[in-house]
């Protein structure tokens, strides 16, 4: 292990000389750039960060740090020529670590992107799930079935910031999601809640899928919800009432 350490240092020495700790203190910010990538890309999946900095705050910050890590490897980067650039990418620094690094870095957002949200927004009880959303929300009464199993989930993210809440009895499954919704737009208009919101409703059966599907979607005090339930083809199916009467029970629930 020594002597390959050694030949790698002996190789970049040759390219180097005397900018080799210069070369070394580059490197070595481009290191802490990797965890620190995650680092941030975590963050952004935290609840309590995003409603509390925004999403064009979390931008802002993962900017900044990108720009003052690129300052900071250009102040330590030896500018080489077109020769010593050609003698460095042959070197076992170049061909392995520095490559093995990329696919560190893409391996770690893959990461980030697909499991972090996950692992960080589990399911959880629905009194806790609206404490971590952080924001009153409406939600239903009363509903169709007696669910056998209920809970909820923050999705957060950039961009991206929502709580899903789950009713399931069997097959049949009621699904409200909850966004922030400072432009609302309607497309069919066609129903309306006792108080006097629009709302759309729609009604989706493909032929080859086991199951009905009811979605109803509106907009009340800066939140938009839908309501979607699904159910099986076995099971009879519902009508636009049955979504309106759970849409008007719907009460403020505070974290």
Do not use: C
């Not at 900071?72 to 392995?96: A, C």
């Not at 519902?238 to 849409?247: E, H, P, T, W």
């Amino acid at each position: 292990m020594n002597k390959w350490l050694n030949h790698i240092r002996s190789e970049l020495h040759e390219i180097y000389g005397e900018s080799y700790p210069r070369f070394l203190r580059a490197e070595m910010i481009v290191f802490t750039s990797y965890p620190l990538t995650f680092l941030l890309l975590s963050l952004s999946f935290q609840p309590n960060i995003i409603r509390t900095i925004g999403s064009w705050g979390m931008v802002g910050i993962i900017v900044i740090v990108f720009f003052i890590m690129l300052y900071l490897e250009n102040r330590y980067q030896v500018k080489l020529n077109q020769e010593m650039k050609q003698r460095y990418k042959q070197t076992i620094y170049y061909r392995w670590i520095r490559r093995g690094l990329w696919f560190v870095l893409i391996s770690l957002v893959y990461l980030t992107g697909f499991m972090l949200p996950q692992w960080l927004n589990p399911p959880q009880p629905i009194p806790q799930a609206v404490t971590e959303y952080g924001y009153p929300v409406q939600l239903p009464t009363k509903l169709p079935f007696k669910p056998t199993k209920q809970y909820a989930e923050v999705k957060a993210g950039i961009f991206h910031y929502e709580m899903d809440v789950f009713y399931e009895h069997g097959d049949t499954r009621l699904t409200l999601y909850i966004n922030q919704d400072e432009d609302p737009k309607l497309f069919l208009n066609n129903a309306t809640l006792k108080n006097r919101i629009k709302a759309d409703y729609e009604e989706t059966d493909i032929p080859d899928d086991q199951y009905y599907s009811y979605d109803l979607t509106w907009y009340q005090k800066g939140f938009s919800y839908r309501l979607s339930y699904s159910s099986s083809k076995k099971d009879p199916k519902i009508n636009k009432g049955v979504l309106l009467n759970i849409a008007n029970s719907f009460k403020p629930v505070h974290p």
